[in-house]
């Protein structure tokens, strides 16, 4: 895909990271260490509250690490940038602007091409991920998951070299979401670009990923790396083989070990990985 430019890989290393406040400080990371390889779909899960929207955060550069590095091609995350793009859990288009205006905003901000050549790939882009037809609607005129597809755009027109997924189906009906897996699949395996992808919900990360990092409770770091090695261009019917099955299994029981020892911390049962067991035992 033409929207897409040089991808980096990204090294947590040693990464401590509090939370401060008035009343308390709470260790959210602790040595905690992995790498997420150039042009690889790395999918992070853990048991609820354990920092993965923390280490989105320091990978983008909106916090820093108390100690230890965050490295992207060697060189320490210090600040914000464009190589480094996230997709959040709520909808963040311009409300003012419509489906094609919001594409075109990064590269006409950067001026980093002409608007020849940035209005080529906005629309090939919203062609690509099916909005074509909408791309003179207001964001509050598309439905949630034509929200999503429109942002998947904006950020990809901006050839970043790692791309930060916060939960960013989360809320979705299941219908809506498995399509928006679906989309987001192939505009993967086309650009091949950098990705670290964050969710609560197994099946989604396992049908997603390249590879799988488990997190252990707080203070949480990585407690297993599991390579997803199902083919690709992967469809949902993948999700009914044997492997899938084999994954999603050694997966669950490292899981389900860490969300006992979060429930007894917190007092709270982790409801996402309640659901994955039930489904599991069915």
């Known amino acids: 895909m033409s929207a897409v430019g ?8 040693s990464v401590l ?3 401060h406040s008035k009343k308390y400080h709470l260790v959210v990371l602790k040595d905690c260490s992995f790498t997420v390889p150039a042009g690889q779909l790395t999918v992070l899960i853990g048991p609820s509250g354990c920092g993965k929207t923390t280490i989105i955060n320091l990978i983008a550069g909106y916090e820093l690490p108390d100690h230890g590095k965050v490295h992207i091609d060697g060189k320490p995350v210090e600040g914000p940038n464009w ?19 919001n594409v ?33 609607k207001y964001p509050m005129q ?6 999503r597809r429109a942002e998947l755009a904006r950020a990809l027109i901006n050839r970043p070299k790692v791309m930060l997924m916060d939960e960013p189906f989360r809320g979705l009906d299941a219908m809506t979401r498995e399509l928006m897996q679906e989309y987001y699949l192939k ?60 994954l999603k299994a050694e997966a669950l029981e490292l899981l389900h070990e ?18 994955g067991l ?4 069915q």
């Open 142 to 147: 598309l439905s949630g998951g034509m929200q």
């Open 258 to 275: 860490e969300a006992v020892k979060a429930s007894a911390a917190s007092g709270k049962a982790d409801l996402d990985l309640q659901s």
């Open 278 to 281: 039930q489904k599991l035992s």
């Open 187 to 246: 505009l993967f395996e086309e650009s091949v670009t950098t990705n670290l992808f964050v969710t609560s919900e197994l099946e989604e990360a396992i049908f997603l990923a390249d590879r799988l990092l488990i997190m252990t409770n707080k203070p949480s770091r990585v407690k297993k790396v599991l390579e997803v090695d199902l083919p690709r261009p992967r469809k949902m019917g993948v999700m009914g083989s044997k492997h899938y099955a084999e």
């Open 104 to 136: 075109m905003f990064g590269p006409m901000a950067r001026a980093n091409m002409s608007r020849k050549e940035a209005h080529a790939e906005a629309i090939n882009l919203l062609n690509k991920v099916g909005l074509g037809e909408f791309k003179d």
């Open 6 to 13: 040089q991808v980096s890989e990204v090294v947590f290393d």
């Open 17 to 19: 990271k509090i939370a």
């Open 83 to 101: 190589e480094r793009l996230v997709l959040f859990q709520e909808m963040a288009l311009f409300p003012w602007l419509t489906c094609y205006q």
